[in-house]
């Protein structure tokens, strides 16, 4: 009996064309969200690539510089910026993630290439942002990300509100129980069709327009992180379906479950995430960028103010650099820099403020996260993407941890005011960002499968506790 109904309920929404309505707009939504994914990501490559090849350029033509200078094919004449500690530089990128294109979240307002010199302030390391219309950029771009967490869900809820209500109020609901059915069976068979169906048709229309769509070459890591991807968007989807069952098991009426369906929807997509947002921050507030940018700036007119005191004190300090009388790197070059240092160390605490009050708002909501499955679902899709804000954290990290290294090599020759040798110049730090491991995304975004299903686990306990006190006849307040 039970397979009749579901083979009578699929000649349904094949006669009433509702199923190839929502398939239609799946396929439309789906498709355009990774072509507008992996236009962006094309671009993305384009300028990281032009980027690479740029630096690599630079580093090529500075030591084949060096290397003729050391051999005398030319002289300083020739290539007087050749070797001089403060015009070399490094440039740290980073890629868009190995999923981008699914998920791009907020990657198009984060700098993605870091540029380090011995004269460059840290905090005009991160210079280079997206160049667009800042009112696109606020309203951020359309992903599949957003599909899945916002568009899904009410698709789901839209087709199974009144799977029970409608054969009430045309009285059929009488007929259909006098058979060997039972309401939470009708209710259970119907949702499951309606959710198989946009499902079905969702995870199909990503698969397809992934492969056909994403820019090559495709990265290694991405198959097995859209694997994971799907496994999570088929546990949110699990949770909404039981949501639904959840409210048609109250017994309301048509009007009255759409309306409890949609403020659920409302709650959990949108009011609960902004209010973990808010408690992040009310939890963990920023430090002033205004404290920093004061702090930075007496530290700064105190230094200045001392000038070649600094340069005499660190040349005192540091015996065993011997100042040559070439004069490759000019007094004032050195002053700046040794300025720079006594104004980020000044700044250094402040920063670390902001630093530590960022990573301690990032674990508050991580950890709150867990209670919204909106939330949890869109970190677990922007972590498998590589658009996350971890991600992004750790290459700042990187590039700050690179520019120590660099001065750090630098430092000896810049204060002894000669140029690099070829050799100090081929053992400078070359930056390349490293991706995390797969295992690594898999060990934070497989915990989030189970957690989604045990929220669908709590409403499908709720649905089954409100069929038992089902009457046919009657509809909830």
């Keep these: 009996m039970l397979g009749t109904l579901i083979r009578h309920d699929l000649r349904l929404l094949v006669r009433e064309r509702s199923a190839l309505l929502v398939a239609v707009l799946i396929v439309a939504a789906v498709v355009y969200a990774v072509w507008s994914g992996s236009s962006w990501k094309a671009v993305q490559l384009a300028e990281f690539d ?90 951020g771009r359309f992903d599949l990300a957003f599909v899945i967490v916002y568009l899904v869900p009410l698709l789901i809820l839209g087709m199974s509100y009144n799977v029970l209500s409608s054969d009430r109020e045309s009285g059929a609901l009488g007929l259909l129980l006098s058979q060997p059915l039972t309401a939470a069976q009708v209710a259970w068979a119907r949702i499951g069709v309606r959710s198989a169906l946009v499902v079905g048709v969702l995870l199909a229309s990503i698969l397809v327009a992934w492969l056909a769509l994403t820019p090559r070459p495709i990265d290694p890591q991405a198959l097995p992180r859209l694997g994971l991807w799907m496994l999570v968007v088929l546990a949110y989807c699990t949770f909404w379906a039981c949501v639904a069952a959840c409210v048609v098991a109250r017994n309301g009426s048509s009007d009255s479950n759409a309306l409890t369906l949609l403020l659920t929807w409302a709650t959990l997509t949108l009011l609960l995430p902004a209010t973990i947002a808010l408690l992040a921050q009310s939890v963990s507030p920023t430090p002033s960028r205004l404290e920093y940018i004061t702090t930075a700036r007496a530290a700064e007119n105190a230094a200045n103010a001392q000038g070649g005191e600094l340069l005499q004190g660190y040349l005192l300090d540091h015996p065993e650099i011997e100042a040559t009388r070439e004069d490759a790197v000019a007094p004032f070059v050195q002053t700046f820099v040794l300025v720079q240092q006594r104004v980020e160390a000044a700044v250094q605490p402040v920063s670390q403020r902001f630093e530590g009050r960022l990573d301690r708002q990032q674990r508050i909501a991580g950890a709150l996260a867990w209670v919204s499955p909106a939330s949890l679902t869109q970190s677990a899709l922007a972590e498998l993407a590589g658009s996350s804000l971890a991600r992004h954290r750790r290459f700042e990290a990187d590039a700050r941890q690179l520019r120590r290294d660099w001065l750090t090599a630098v430092e000896s020759p810049l204060m002894a005011g000669r140029r690099l040798s070829v050799d100090e110049f081929e053992a400078l730090p070359r930056p390349q960002f490293s991706e995390v491991t797969l295992g690594r995304v898999a060990s934070v975004v497989v915990p989030s499968i189970p957690m989604l299903l045990l929220f669908a686990g709590l409403a499908l306990a709720l649905a089954r506790t409100a069929f038992r006190r089902f009457v046919a006849g009657s509809t909830s307040p």
């Design 50 to 139: 032009a980027a690479r090849a740029e630096y690599e350029g630079l580093i090529a033509a500075e030591l084949s510089s060096l290397q003729a200078l050391r051999r005398g094919e030319l002289t300083i004449a020739d290539v007087p910026s050749a070797g001089l500690p403060h015009t070399v530089q490094a440039q740290l990128l980073q890629p868009p993630g190995p999923l981008a294109e699914l998920a791009i979240g907020e990657a198009d307002l984060r700098p993605t290439r870091a540029t380090i010199t011995a004269t460059g302030r840290a905090q005009d390391m991160f210079r280079f942002y997206e160049v667009e219309n800042p009112a696109l950029l606020a309203l």
